[in-house]
């Protein structure tokens, strides 16, 4: 199946400072990106949706100045989270779309996800 | 959006079935899948279904009625490393959204 990658799977910042955290699709290319949090024994919560080379559509109650979303290729796209504040502490996953064809073209492929802690 | 409803919690025995149920109720409904996930991990893909019947895969099988808006993931030959978080997700033209997730404990 197809791989998709994140970086970095976990991390530790301090209030008030910015992270960005890198989803990438390694074999294969992907239109569309997703980007979820998933806070501990919940599902998992869309926050935005990002498609190559336009803006992310955001999901209602996410904040689009806080969490900055970049999908500049059609193998990367990502996160910041700008002025990080502890109730932003969470496990966050990226998904990757494919192009056409195959599986890819309906499965949605799931980064290892990323673990930020906010102190 | 979309309202999905599946149970928090089930039991079972090494080498048993389980039956996880997942209700929805959506607008243009494009797809059903079930991901596995372990605790402090991503999800990982087990089925898809788009079409009324039962998909099997080994020892995993899900079926889907579009009409009832119901779907289920059969679990076989239980074992150990199944003891996982399953999650129904449901695609509507736009995106995909999860249920709250089926935690599975597999007893010896």
């Given amino acids: 199946g197809a791989v998709v990658s994140q970086h970095p799977s976990w991390v530790i910042c301090k209030s008030g400072t910015s992270v960005k955290i890198e989803c990438r699709s390694l074999d294969f290319q992907a239109t569309t990106m997703f980007w979820y949090r998933q806070f501990p024994k919940q599902s998992l919560m869309l926050m935005a949706t990002s ?60 980064g290892p996800g990323t673990r930020l802690t906010v102190t | 959006g979309q309202n999905i409803d599946q149970p928090t919690e089930m039991t079972a025995t090494e080498g048993a079935i389980v039956q996880i149920n997942c209700t929805y109720q959506t607008s243009g409904f494009n797809g059903l899948f079930w991901y596995q996930q372990h605790a402090g991990e991503a999800p990982t893909f087990l089925s898809y279904n788009v079409l009324d019947g039962l998909e099997e895969k080994g020892r995993f099988s899900s079926f889907l009625s579009r009409s009832k808006g119901y779907s289920y993931l059969l679990l076989k030959e239980l074992q150990m490393k199944d003891s996982a978080s399953y999650l129904c997700a449901v695609r509507d033209r736009r995106e995909l959204s999860f249920g709250a997730g089926t935690t599975v404990t597999v007893r010896a």
């Fill in chain 1, 51 to 110: 498609n190559e080379g336009s803006k992310a559509t955001y999901e209602q109650g996410v904040e689009k100045d806080k969490f900055l979303i970049n999908h500049a290729s059609l193998t990367l796209s990502t996160l910041t989270v700008t002025s990080a504040h502890p109730e932003d502490s969470s496990f966050y996953i990226c998904s990757a779309r494919g192009t056409s064809g195959g599986s890819s073209s309906y499965e949605q492929y799931f």
